[in-house]
């Protein structure tokens, strides 16, 4: 689930570009990924046992996993672990940084390793562990911004990425909020959670990015633009604001209501004060959030 | 009576969130399915038709599913009404049975649910 921030992590950082990332999200299925950073990313070998498998790797013409085992850094049973198991996308997408040559093998095993410990990531974390470092990176997105952020709207965007893994897919990047006063929206729904405080939410993005994004919302293909592809992009921003309100009725007793979703197509969206933008990179495209509080 | 003729009537704002309901339905063998896309056609719709069943969402333009509920209530004190909302927090749930709305489905559904509830609502008359 953390490895949607890594990302952000890395632009926080500033080792990668924005427009880096986004090609390095949308080539992830080009896979050549190294057994040594899976090592890393286990917790089973550390940054210079992979640098001293990898030196004797180019002197002797050997697996990189029979050498590994030869120096007693991994055991056949982990290295048969590791050799069938899933590839987190993040190390997909560093694989990619450094195969565009935009970041060197070393640099992305250490700042693997430096996003886990700055982060105090656990492989044995349990669920309410995990919900706690999905907020706080939550939260480490925003530290970049000078605006004060609202404690609901952190449980609205923990919600938030929870939902996207479940209903569209967990191979985005959250990019950095941006904060500005006018947002022109292409495909838009918006809705107005009101009560004892108030939020107004929209989903906004192209329409090639739509037509996919209803595509994996929907459980079918959908081929172009339609009324079916406009309808999803309010259908999720309506179960997001439902599950909310629910949450938030459950865990503090407050009862807030929902507008009916509006559907905008090529609108300015704008306030008086601020908008917090949160833009997420699919592959198929970027789709973004607006809040105004 | 048999599946085909029973009637059917969804009414919810989202074209692809009736389509799914319908999809649902038919599959379940009953395919005279009415469909509104806010809660005055709804009413004006269940008027017209009597459905044996009506699946509504509360939060629609024009007339929300509460005052549907209500109006259609008046229609026919015996209406089988289920909800199928965004909208489910417990206060939300105890005012729609309390208009007498027979079931509550929280969105997002699985067709699964759908058909669960058209099994037990329409036994013996199906």
């Known amino acids: ?293 | 009576m048999r599946a085909e003729d029973v009637t059917i009537l969804i009414g919810d704002n989202s074209v692809l969130a009736r389509k799914q309901l319908k999809d649902a339905i038919v599959s379940f063998g009953i395919s005279r399915i009415l469909d509104a896309s806010n809660g005055q056609e709804a009413i004006e719709l269940y008027q017209e038709h009597v459905p044996d069943l009506v699946f509504l969402s509360l939060l629609m333009p024009v007339k929300d599913g509460a005052a549907a509920i209500s109006e259609i209530m008046e229609i026919n004190p015996n209406a089988d009404i289920i909800v199928v909302s965004s909208m489910g927090t417990q206060s939300q749930i105890k005012q729609a049975f309390q208009l007498g709305a027979k079931e509550f489905i929280q969105k997002p559904f699985h067709s699964q649910q759908i058909t669960d509830i058209l099994r037990t609502r329409l036994e013996g008359s199906v």
């Open chain 1, 1 to 293: 689930m953390y490895a949607q921030f890594f990302g952000n992590y890395l632009l926080s950082k500033h080792v990668v570009t924005p427009e880096q990332l986004i090609q390095a999200i949308e080539e992830q299925h080009i896979r050549h990924i190294k057994l040594g950073l899976l090592a890393i990313h286990a917790g089973l070998m550390t940054v210079e046992q992979v640098d001293k498998v990898l030196i004797r790797q180019a002197h002797e013409n050997r697996r990189f996993g029979e050498l590994a085992i030869e120096e007693k850094f991994l055991t056949e049973e982990q290295l048969a672990g590791l050799l069938k198991q899933q590839i987190p996308v993040y190390l997909l997408i560093g694989e990619r940084l450094v195969e565009n040559g935009f970041l060197s093998e070393t640099q992305l095993e250490e700042l693997i390793t430096s996003y886990q410990e700055e982060n105090h990531f656990t492989h044995l974390a349990n669920a309410d562990e995990q919900q706690e470092n999905l907020q706080a990176l939550t939260r480490s997105l925003f530290m970049i911004t000078t605006l004060h952020i609202p404690e609901y709207l952190f449980k609205y965007l923990t919600l938030l990425f929870n939902n996207l893994v479940r209903f569209i897919g967990d191979d985005f990047l959250p990019l950095n909020p941006i904060l500005s006063s006018e947002h022109v929206a292409n495909h838009c729904s918006g809705q107005i959670i009101d009560g004892e405080f108030s939020l107004t939410a929209y989903l906004e993005m192209e329409e090639d990015a739509a037509v996919a994004f209803a595509s994996r919302f929907a459980g079918t293909e959908f081929k172009e633009f339609n009324e079916y592809v406009d309808a999803a992009i309010g259908d999720f921003l309506n179960w997001q604001n439902g599950l909310f309100n629910v949450n938030i009725s459950n865990e503090e007793s407050v009862e807030l209501f929902l507008n009916p979703v509006v559907n905008l197509q090529n609108t300015m969206l704008s306030s008086s004060s601020d908008m917090i933008l949160l833009p997420i990179a699919y592959p198929f495209g970027t789709i973004t959030f607006v809040f105004k509080l």
